[in-house]
């Protein structure tokens, strides 16, 4: 549906745990996502679906603990 409508690109506000006191951007866990948003399989599964539809994808935060080799494959806004 988002390629039919013509959108370019997915953004996610973070998904890290958090107690969501401020809407996850309170976060208590930079280096696991808050499971209101599912598994860490889960997020790789929709930034390699994104990426399917030609799509590119911008998450919110990284963190010293982002696997740097599974953010390298994330391409961003303006990136070709």
Not at 26 to 53: W, Y
Request: aromatic fraction near 16%.
């Amino acid at each position: 549906h988002l390629v039919y409508l013509g959108v370019g690109a997915v953004w996610l506000s973070p998904v890290y745990k958090s107690p969501m006191a401020d809407h996850g951007y309170d976060i208590s866990d930079f280096c696991d996502i808050d499971p209101v948003f599912g598994t860490m399989n889960d997020f790789e599964k929709l930034v390699e679906e994104v990426h399917k539809r030609g799509l590119f994808f911008q998450h919110a935060h990284f963190t010293k603990c982002t696997d740097w080799r599974f953010a390298n494959r994330v391409k961003t806004i303006g990136e070709k």
